[in-house]
Structure formats: C-alpha cells, structure tokens
C-alpha cells in the first residue's frame, strides 16, 4: 500500500497509520518548516514520509500551498538526477492535504547543530569535524559529485548547509536530504535575506536583485569545505593546504572570483586532492617497520 497507492482521500497520519507502523513523528517539535514527516516500517523495511504538515499550522515561514509545491520540486528534482548521496524516492501519493513522498530509510545522523552546542565533543557537529581527515574528505568528495551532478541537470542549491548533510558513522555514508529549495536556472533574489545558514550563504543571498547561479553554488560548495575540514574546538583547518586554496577561491565574496560553474570546481577539487594524495603517500614508508 505504502509503494503502491498512487492516491488516498485520508489525511498523511491515518494513511501512513493504515498501511505501515509508525516508528517516529517529526513535526513542530524537531523543526519549524510547517512539514511533517513519519518513519515508518512495514515488512521489516522501514521509510521515511514527508508531507507538507497541516493547512492550519501556525508559526511557520511558508504557507501551506508554498509547502506543498516545495515538495513537487523535489520530486522533479529525484525525477532528473540520481545519485548514491541522494536518499531514493520511491513512491509519493497525492491526497487533499498534498502529495506523501515516500523515501527509503537511511541511517545517519546530521551534522549541523545550533549555535550554542557548537563546542560540545558529544555532538555530530564535533565529532564529524575531529574523525580522520581522510574520512571527510572522501564525505565531501561524495557532496561534490552529487551537487556536479545536479548542476548538470541545471540545478542551483539554495539552502544548503550542514543540517542538510546525513552521516553514517559505522558505514561512512554520506546523504544529502531536503533539497526542496533547489532550483532549476538561475534566478534573482527577490527576497533580500534568503532562507539559510549564514555560515554557508554566499553575500548575493542578501542582496535583492542579484542573480542566484553556479557560482552561487560554488560558495556553499567552497564554505562546507571549510567549514567541514575546520577543527571546531581549535579553529584550526585540518585538510591539505591546496584543497584549502580551493574552498577559498570558491567562496570568494565576489561571484567572478570563485570558480566559473560547479563542474570548474570539481575538476579543481580533484586536482588538489589528487596532488595531496600523491604527496602523503610519497611521505609514507613503502614498508611498515616490524
């Protein structure tokens, strides 16, 4: 029923309660969206539902109807690209209160955290940043093909940041989940203050009127490096020095200075960490000493 039904007269909570067993309700309480969620398990697999909340939901940034076709966006979005750090969608189901995205369930946790729990080593926030530094850079290298591939597809990333970033600490896995803001083409800015993190927003997203592209892409790219490869109890950048020249370059204040679309940046990431790569293991011993 719940990969099968294509369309329900019931609300999201009594379909998703008919044909599966709901484990978790991610509501007013987790998040302030207006959007409301469920984990699910039925058959021993187990999925994630997202829905566009209630019509009546106080509080929220976004209409309800702007809620709603966010979330077709999104299934345009999984309708062009796919990509292993994309969590699949495999089936949504249209009722009155707006389509029910059906996705599988993925395990992880996110890696962003509220300003003041930033400097607590129990978080993911901390702990992702302190794990070796070559299990992050093989994390962002998957963030980087996902958002080359998506910029193939003509896609622009709007509200991206690391509480968009789901890990995996047993399978380092990576996934990049509620792209519902994503944007097919370049825009203007119509709104002064974009919605985002200001830790990964580019200064266009403040600015009515400018255009919102790759390149605006390219700095939040450039920003997760920096922000990712950054110790946060010491403030000090743990990657290669040449991937960090290239974060700079792509989150450069202005758009001309950063990399020309996300595909330049991916070729100049490789490079880098190619380049790192080669000069680690030419430090390594050929042999390990007995």
Same mark, same amino acid.
């Given at each position: 029923?719940?990969?099968?039904?294509?369309?329900?007269?019931?609300?999201?909570?009594?379909?998703?309660?008919?044909?599966?067993?709901?484990? !978790?309700?991610?509501?007013?309480?987790?998040?302030?969206?207006?959007?409301?969620?469920?984990?699910?398990?039925?058959?021993?697999?187990?999925?994630?539902?997202?829905?566009?909340?209630?019509?009546?939901?106080?509080?929220?940034?976004?209409?309800?109807?702007?809620?709603?076709?966010?979330? @077709?966006?999104?299934?345009?979005?999984?309708?062009?690209?796919?990509?292993?750090?994309?969590?699949?969608? =495999?089936?949504?189901?249209? *009722?009155?209160?707006?389509? +029910?995205?059906?996705?599988? #369930?993925?395990?992880?946790?996110? +890696?962003?955290?509220?300003?003041?729990?930033?400097?607590?080593? *129990?978080?993911?926030?901390? =702990?992702? @940043?302190? +794990?070796?530094?070559?299990?992050?850079?093989?994390? +962002?290298?998957?963030?980087?093909?996902?958002? /080359?591939?998506?910029?193939?597809?003509?896609?622009?990333?709007?509200?991206?940041?690391?509480?968009?970033?789901?890990?995996?600490?047993?399978?380092?896995?990576?996934?990049?989940?509620?792209?519902?803001?994503?944007?097919?083409?370049?825009? %203007?800015?119509? %709104?002064?203050? %974009?919605?985002? *993190?200001?830790?990964? %927003?580019?200064?266009?997203?403040?600015?009515?009127?400018?255009?919102?592209?790759? /390149?605006?892409?390219?700095?939040?790219?450039? /920003?997760?490096?920096?922000?990712?490869?950054?110790?946060?109890?010491?403030?000090?950048?743990?990657?290669?020095?040449?991937? /960090?020249?290239?974060?700079?370059?792509?989150?450069? =204040?202005?758009? !001309?200075? =950063?990399?020309?679309?996300?595909?330049?940046?991916?070729?100049? #990431?490789?490079?880098?960490?190619?380049?790192?790569?080669?000069?680690?293991?030419?430090?390594?011993?050929?042999?390990?000493?007995?």
């Amino acid at each position: 029923m719940l990969l099968t039904s294509r369309e329900t007269s019931l609300t999201p909570l009594e379909f998703v309660s008919a044909a599966s067993r709901v484990c !978790a309700i991610f509501d007013e309480r987790t998040q302030d969206s207006g959007n409301i969620s469920y984990g699910v398990e039925t058959d021993d697999t187990r999925y994630f539902v997202k829905t566009a909340g209630s019509p009546t939901a106080a509080g929220t940034f976004l209409s309800h109807q702007d809620r709603v076709d966010l979330l @077709r966006n999104v299934v345009r979005l999984h309708e062009r690209v796919r990509h292993a750090a994309l969590v699949p969608l =495999r089936n949504v189901v249209e *009722s009155p209160y707006g389509p +029910l995205l059906v996705f599988d #369930w993925v395990t992880g946790e996110l +890696l962003g955290a509220p300003a003041e729990s930033r400097s607590d080593p *129990s978080t993911v926030y901390v =702990r992702f @940043r302190r +794990l070796q530094v070559q299990r992050i850079l093989s994390a +962002l290298d998957e963030v980087i093909d996902l958002h /080359r591939e998506l910029a193939c597809c003509g896609y622009v990333a709007v509200d991206f940041y690391d509480g968009s970033l789901l890990y995996d600490f047993e399978t380092a896995r990576i996934h990049a989940i509620d792209l519902d803001s994503y944007h097919l083409g370049s825009f %203007m800015n119509r %709104m002064g203050r %974009m919605f985002g *993190s200001t830790r990964f %927003m580019a200064p266009e997203e403040f600015e009515v009127g400018a255009e919102i592209n790759e /390149r605006t892409t390219v700095h939040a790219l450039g /920003r997760a490096v920096l922000e990712l490869l950054t110790d946060p109890l010491t403030a000090s950048f743990r990657g290669p020095t040449l991937v /960090r020249e290239v974060a700079e370059r792509a989150s450069a =204040r202005l758009p !001309a200075a =950063r990399h020309g679309s996300v595909a330049d940046f991916a070729i100049a #990431w490789r490079q880098a960490r190619g380049i790192a790569l080669r000069h680690r293991q030419a430090r390594e011993p050929l042999h390990r000493p007995r």
